[in-house]
């Protein structure tokens, strides 16, 4: 049985979606799994113990309009594939389902293109994933995580040599709204710091020059902010004792290497189905605020210009949950 599995969306959602290949894998063990994946992403589900081949679709610059699809849809053919999952149903990928060969085409909602129609509800995303297994193998586990195994070969050396505990922190995201902030996350490093526990900065952030001052003063802290591919990202979570984020992708690597995380949703929810599973990670929201959630994704600017649903957690709400997370590690 080949299997192509088709997410196009951000890094996170990708990763979240493994769930589905983790599942078909226990279920189907002789499967050989493929995924599609915008190029930039290929990297991190390749650490997938599930997945076969990853194929890519650079469906915004050297294949985009009718004739990238055309071209993806026959190289994709050539893998003669019997069944196609889907996470999408715009435009762009039931263009390109219509154009595969596959016997069998399940995705959410209705569309005559699809073989299995699959009506969505509010769970979490990484059980989203598997009920589109369920259409054709009922008794798939929708408790099942994603997971990843980074290669230790790809640790930065400076990180073997801080004591644990290690926290890493990733202080950034895609939405403005979505960032917790770069002074709040330097108290919460102080605090951290203050108790003896390494720190490690990881992801994308234009003021790198403030956590090189903070490292300068602390020897037990590391930045590799803007310095790690996506799979030494993923290795550094991996081999944390915990992470603490903003609601954006590092929580979902933490989820797929079994990293537990403390993780701050503002304009968004955890009721959106992207928060960590109660066992790994501690959520922090407030939940008292009329205002929320305001975007599905976040945004640039705070609608009401207040950004409340952020600066209203404290960085000592985050250190005594992050203390908490770690007791039970």
Same mark, same amino acid.
């Given at each position: 049985?080949?299997?192509?599995?088709?997410?196009?969306?951000?890094?996170?959602?990708? +990763?979240?979606?493994?769930?589905?290949?983790?599942? /078909? *894998? *226990?279920? &189907?063990? @002789?499967?050989?799994? &493929?995924?599609? =994946?915008?190029? @930039?992403?290929?990297?991190?589900?390749?650490?997938?113990?599930?997945? $076969?081949?990853?194929?890519?679709?650079?469906?915004? #610059?050297?294949?985009?309009?009718?004739?990238?699809?055309?071209?993806?849809?026959?190289?994709?053919?050539?893998?003669?594939?019997?069944?196609?999952?889907?996470?999408?149903? &715009?435009?762009?990928?039931?263009?390109?389902?219509?154009?595969?060969?596959?016997?069998?085409?399940?995705?959410?909602?209705?569309?005559?293109?699809?073989?299995?129609?699959? *009506?969505?509800?509010?769970?979490?995303?990484?059980?989203?994933?598997?009920?589109?297994?369920?259409?054709? /193998?009922?008794?798939? $586990?929708?408790?099942?995580?994603?997971?990843?195994?980074?290669?230790?070969?790809?640790?930065?050396?400076?990180?073997?040599?801080?004591?644990? !505990? +290690?926290?890493? +922190?990733?202080?950034?995201?895609?939405?403005?709204?979505?960032?917790?902030?770069?002074?709040?996350?330097?108290?919460?490093? %102080?605090?951290?710091?203050?108790?003896?526990?390494?720190? =490690?900065?990881?992801?994308?952030?234009?003021?790198?020059?403030?956590?090189?001052?903070?490292?300068?003063?602390?020897? %037990?802290?590391? %930045?590799?902010?803007?310095?790690?591919?996506?799979?030494?990202?993923?290795?550094?979570?991996?081999?944390?004792?915990? /992470?603490?984020?903003?609601?954006?992708?590092?929580?979902?690597?933490?989820?797929?290497? #079994?990293?537990?995380?403390?993780?701050?949703?503002?304009?968004?929810?955890?009721?959106?189905?992207?928060?960590?599973?109660?066992?790994?990670?501690?959520?922090?929201? %407030?939940?008292? /605020?009329?205002?929320?959630?305001?975007?599905?994704?976040?945004?640039?600017?705070? !609608?009401?210009?207040?950004?409340?649903?952020?600066?209203?957690?404290? !960085?000592?709400?985050?250190?005594?949950?992050?203390?908490? *997370?770690?007791?039970?590690?």
């Amino acid at each position: 049985m080949k299997v192509l599995i088709i997410q196009t969306a951000f890094l996170g959602d990708a +990763i979240i979606s493994l769930s589905l290949a983790e599942e /078909l *894998r *226990r279920l &189907s063990p @002789e499967a050989e799994i &493929s995924y599609l =994946v915008r190029p @930039e992403f290929a990297a991190a589900i390749k650490l997938s113990p599930s997945v $076969n081949k990853v194929f890519t679709f650079d469906k915004y #610059n050297t294949e985009s309009g009718l004739e990238g699809i055309q071209k993806k849809a026959s190289e994709l053919n050539t893998e003669q594939f019997d069944i196609v999952f889907t996470f999408h149903n &715009s435009k762009r990928t039931i263009m390109l389902i219509e154009r595969l060969n596959a016997g069998q085409k399940i995705g959410y909602g209705e569309n005559k293109v699809l073989t299995h129609n699959v *009506r969505e509800v509010q769970e979490p995303h990484t059980a989203k994933a598997i009920r589109l297994l369920q259409a054709i /193998l009922p008794e798939a $586990n929708v408790k099942t995580l994603p997971k990843l195994q980074p290669l230790e070969s790809s640790l930065p050396k400076e990180l073997l040599n801080l004591p644990r !505990p +290690i926290i890493a +922190i990733a202080p950034d995201s895609v939405w403005k709204t979505k960032q917790w902030g770069i002074e709040n996350f330097l108290a919460l490093m %102080n605090r951290l710091l203050n108790e003896k526990h390494s720190i =490690v900065v990881i992801g994308n952030n234009s003021k790198l020059h403030l956590f090189d001052i903070h490292k300068s003063l602390n020897t %037990n802290m590391l %930045n590799l902010l803007s310095q790690t591919s996506i799979e030494g990202l993923a290795a550094v979570i991996s081999y944390s004792d915990i /992470l603490i984020s903003n609601d954006s992708a590092p929580v979902h690597i933490a989820t797929a290497t #079994n990293t537990p995380s403390v993780v701050i949703f503002g304009p968004t929810v955890s009721d959106f189905g992207f928060a960590p599973p109660q066992e790994l990670g501690i959520v922090i929201e %407030n939940k008292e /605020l009329w205002c929320r959630p305001c975007a599905s994704h976040g945004s640039n600017e705070c !609608p009401i210009h207040t950004h409340e649903c952020m600066s209203s957690i404290s !960085p000592d709400i985050v250190f005594e949950s992050a203390m908490l *997370r770690l007791s039970l590690s």
